[in-house]
């Protein structure tokens, strides 16, 4: 459990990052959303989810969202998304909240039009109401923005995957539904990155817990060396903290 706590750490640390004004969101929009989820999930077998950046949450589940995995309703009410983290494979816990940190970095960065013509498209395990691993496909879109062009309400389609492989590790890729474009997003075990031994040194002690002061005294070198350094490791992993930096480099074997 505690890596999965550190897992959803990463993702909802960067969503912080977002700052809204409550005069730009147009919450008379979430009803509208919901209620044509709700339509959907009762012609289809899909499981439908609406998630809010501002709040951090998802605002709905459809009621056959669980039923996927022969929950009933009733085993997720209460904690809510919480519930379904918890059972995401440990391993496809960590990639895919790795990726979605890159995926809305690639979102930050389109136009506000390119922001709303493209989804992820991924597959993880999630464990079910048997305690075995099913393998789900999940399709997430944006379908609002804030006035300033900010990402703000997520749409959410899943469904079971028919590859039921257990031992496929999970995957993504981002699809630009107007123009059919794949972009892959697959997170390799162990990724080309250029640290250096100095790097690699002083990012082991960050793990194990040593504030840059500790490592300067530790390794006789100056405060300013160590930060210098661990901001060269930040800028090569992509990482906005060393908390990320440290979860990023253990997932692509770089302190193995």
Do not use: C
Not at 154 to 159: E, H, K, T, Y
Request: charged share 25%; net charge neutral; glycine share 6%.
């Amino acid at each position: 459990m505690k890596e999965q706590n550190s897992v959803k750490d990463i993702f909802f640390k960067f969503l912080m990052e977002y700052k809204y004004d409550e005069k730009d969101l147009d919450y008379t929009l979430v009803d509208k959303h919901i209620r044509v989820l709700q339509t959907l999930a009762s012609i289809g077998n899909s499981g439908f989810n609406l998630f809010d950046i501002h709040q951090r949450q998802v605002l709905f589940y459809s009621s056959n969202f669980g039923q996927l995995l022969g929950y009933a309703r009733s085993d997720y009410e209460h904690t809510g998304q919480q519930f379904f983290i918890d059972r995401i494979h440990p391993e496809d816990a960590l990639n895919l909240s790795s990726l979605s940190v890159s995926i809305f970095k690639i979102f930050n960065a389109f136009s506000s039009e390119d922001k709303l013509s493209h989804k992820t498209i991924s597959e993880y395990r999630m464990l079910n109401a048997q305690g075995k691993y099913t393998r789900l496909i999940e399709q997430y879109q944006m379908v609002e923005l804030d006035k300033k062009g900010q990402l703000w309400l997520m749409l959410g389609v899943v469904d079971v995957s028919s590859n039921q492989d257990e031992e496929s590790n999970s995957k993504g890729q981002l699809l630009n539904f107007k123009t059919g474009q794949f972009i892959p997003l697959d997170v390799p075990q162990k990724v080309q990155i250029e640290l250096t031994k100095r790097e690699l040194e002083i990012l082991r002690l960050v793990k194990v817990g040593l504030l840059s002061k500790e490592i300067s005294s530790k390794l006789s070198i100056s405060l300013h060396t160590v930060n210098t350094h661990r901001q060269r490791f930040l800028e090569k992993l992509g990482a906005n903290n060393s908390f990320e930096a440290v979860n990023f480099a253990s997932r692509f074997g770089l302190l193995e």
